[in-house]
């Protein structure tokens, strides 16, 4: 199973490029690509009715502004959609991409991240494969865990050095 990561441009790359680092290293299998709500929704029609043929196990979708595509897609597939609320160029500090992928109308529900949280995207897709995937699993507790050690390590230190010496 792997996860297909789009987004509405190629102004998102920067922050979708983030969920794919992730499954990069939790080794996830994915896709990534340009599918525009607006633009292209043929494209997008497409994308998402033969996603689950295709092998994806849940789709990360990125996009600003109006951000269309999360919902869109949603609504055409069974896969679990990740949306990821872009701060654009033209974007009202991300407010509207936020709420228009927050605010999906009843039986279309998206998950939805942090604006420009692409990194949780992909842990959230990573987990969905996880569920019945045990090396994906493992090496999604191996990363929490990591994470547990360095704060753990971080509040060692600044208990021994003090905080003056961290900052």
């Known amino acids: 199973m792997k996860v297909g990561i789009i987004m509405g441009s190629q102004s998102d790359l920067k922050v979708m490029s983030e969920a794919a680092q992730v499954l990069e290293d ?4 994915y896709e990534l690509t340009i599918v ?7 494209r997008m029609f497409e994308y998402a009715t033969t996603a689950k043929e295709r092998g994806l196990a849940a789709i990360v979708a990125g996009a600003g502004g109006a951000a269309h595509l999360p919902g869109m897609v949603a609504s055409m ?13 033209n974007s009202i500090d991300g407010w509207d991409s936020i709420l228009s992928i927050l605010q999906m109308p009843s039986g279309v529900p998206v998950a939805t991240v942090a604006l420009d949280g ?29 994470m547990k050690d360095k704060v753990l390590d971080s509040a060692e230190s600044v208990e021994k050095e003090g905080w003056k010496s961290k900052i």
């Open 77 to 89: 597939t069974s896969l679990p959609v990740i949306g990821v609320p872009v701060k654009s160029r």
């Open 26 to 29: 939790l080794g996830v299998d």
């Open 118 to 146: 692409a990194k949780n995207a992909g842990i959230l897709a990573a987990k969905i494969v996880g569920a019945t995937n045990d090396t994906v699993s493992k090496n999604i507790d191996k990363f929490m865990q990591d």
């Open 36 to 42: 525009s709500a607006h633009r292209t929704p043929e």
